[in-house]
C-alpha cells in the first residue's frame, strides 16, 4: 500500500473516478468536489492510498470543510491507515463527513492516535431518485434566481445555516449567494410573485445532480412550497439529461424525510459527520 497526494486536481479525478464511480450517488460529495476543483482549481488536499496503483481509498478537503471520506468496499485495515496518515503528517482534521461505517472506523482510529475526542455534529441520510412522483402544485413556479435575489438568498442562507448548525455557511453567507446566482444553480418557488422557499442544485457527477440548500422561512412553512420547489428542480435536471438527483437530509428531521419520500427520492445509505475536540 502507498500513499500518494496529489496537486493536479485532474489527476487526482482521473485516480480516484473509478473506486468512487461504483457507489455514484452515495460518493456524489467527493465526486462533485473532485470535479469542480477539476474546472475551479482551489487549495486543497487530495490523498489517496493505492495498492499496484489502483486507488482503494481516498482523502479529500478544501478549506473551511471537513474531510471527505468515500463510500467504498475497503479493509478497515486501509481506514486506519489513512486516519493515521493525517495525525502523523500534521494535517488539521476539525471534522470528517461518511458513509456512516467508514466514518466510524476513521473517527475511532484518529481519536486513538491523535488522544481527542469526537461527537456526532450530524446524522444524514443520503437520498436518491430515479423517477418523480407526480404531486398537487399549488400555483407557484420555479425561478432561476437573479441578482436581484442575492440580498434575499444570502439572509436565507444565513438563516438556513443557523438551523443546520454550520456556522460557515453563516459566515460566507454572501459569497455563497454571489456564487449561487453567477452559475445559475439557486432557485426560487415563487407565489403570487412573492418567493417563498428555496433550493439548489449544488454539483453534478457523471450520471446525476445534487440538490440542497433547501429552506422556507418560517412564515412560508407547512404550505408544501419546499416539497414543490424541490420537485421542480428535480423535473428540471432530469428533463436536463441526468439520469438521478441525490440529496442529503438531517436523518432526525421526520419533515425533511418526508418531504422528499412524497416525490420519489428513497434512502441509499447513512452518513454521519463527527467534529473532533480542539487540540
Not at 428555496?198 to 450520471?207: A, D, F, G, I, W
Not at 439529461?241 to 412524497?262: H, V
Request: hydrophobic share 35%; with cysteine.
Amino acid at each position: 500500500m502507498e500513499v500518494k497526494e496529489y496537486k493536479d486536481p485532474k489527476e487526482y479525478l482521473h485516480k480516484v473516478e473509478p473506486l468512487l464511480m461504483k457507489q455514484e450517488a452515495m460518493n456524489n460529495l467527493p465526486l462533485g468536489i473532485a470535479e469542480r476543483l477539476k474546472k475551479q482549481p482551489a487549495e486543497a488536499d487530495l490523498i489517496t492510498i493505492e495498492d499496484g496503483g489502483e486507488a482503494v481509498y481516498t482523502l479529500l478537503h478544501t478549506m473551511r470543510n471537513q474531510w471527505v471520506l468515500p463510500a467504498c468496499d475497503t479493509d478497515q485495515s486501509v481506514i486506519e491507515m489513512a486516519a493515521c496518515y493525517l495525525y502523523d503528517n500534521g494535517y488539521p482534521v476539525d471534522g470528517i463527513v461518511g458513509k456512516a461505517e467508514g466514518a466510524a472506523v476513521f473517527k475511532n482510529a484518529y481519536s486513538k492516535k491523535s488522544r481527542r475526542t469526537s461527537y456526532i455534529h450530524m446524522k444524514q441520510l443520503v437520498y436518491r431518485l430515479d423517477q418523480l412522483e407526480q404531486i398537487h402544485v399549488n400555483g407557484g413556479k420555479l425561478k432561476v434566481a437573479e441578482e436581484s435575489d442575492k440580498a434575499l438568498i444570502a439572509e436565507w442562507l444565513r438563516f438556513f445555516g443557523r438551523e443546520a448548525g454550520e456556522r460557515s455557511i453563516m459566515e460566507d453567507a454572501e459569497t455563497l449567494a454571489d456564487h449561487m446566482v453567477k452559475s445559475g444553480s439557486m432557485h426560487l418557488w415563487i407565489v403570487n410573485g412573492i418567493p417563498v422557499s428555496m433550493v439548489n442544485q449544488s454539483r453534478s457527477t457523471k450520471h446525476g445532480a445534487t440538490v440542497n440548500a433547501v429552506y422556507t422561512p418560517d412564515e412560508y412553512k407547512r404550505k408544501g412550497y419546499a416539497t414543490q420547489a424541490v420537485w421542480a428542480l428535480t423535473e428540471k435536471l432530469l428533463d436536463q439529461g441526468y439520469r438521478f438527483c441525490s440529496l442529503y437530509t438531517d436523518a432526525e428531521n421526520p419533515t425533511s424525510n418526508s418531504i422528499y419520500k412524497k416525490i420519489g427520492y428513497y434512502p441509499i445509505g447513512e452518513s454521519v459527520v463527527y467534529r473532533f475536540s480542539l487540540e
